[in-house]
């Protein structure tokens, strides 16, 4: 099985960060673990770039819903970039981008903000 990590750059008012590996039950601590740092430091707006990432599991998707309303109602929100089709079709399956804006380029997404 492969790992998983995930990494952090701020650009300006806006974190992006970059899961990489496998999101799924085992690694969910993680990733839910630099979300919430984020949160905790007030950066509310947020950029996930999956260009990395392998696969995601439902755990792995669980994880943006613990966070979304806390971030939208600090004024800020959730983007998303980078998906796979592999990854897209989970967010798909799910209804998420119905409640998540997903973009083919970070630079497209950090430009909504």
Excluded: W
Aim: glycine residues 8%.
């Amino acid at each position: 099985m492969k790992g998983f990590q995930v990494k952090r750059l701020d650009k300006n008012d806006v974190s992006v960060l970059y899961p990489a590996g496998f999101l799924d039950a085992h690694t969910v601590p993680q990733f839910e673990s630099a979300l919430s740092e984020l949160v905790e430091n007030g950066r509310y707006k947020i950029v996930v770039n999956f260009k990395d990432l392998d696969y995601i599991s439902s755990a792995g998707l669980g994880v943006f819903m613990g966070f979304i309303e806390e971030v939208r109602n600090n004024g800020g929100d959730i983007k998303l970039c980078n998906l796979s089709d592999r990854v897209y079709k989970v967010f798909d399956l799910l209804g998420f981008p119905a409640l998540f804006e997903i973009y083919n380029q970070e630079a497209e997404a950090l430009e909504k903000f």
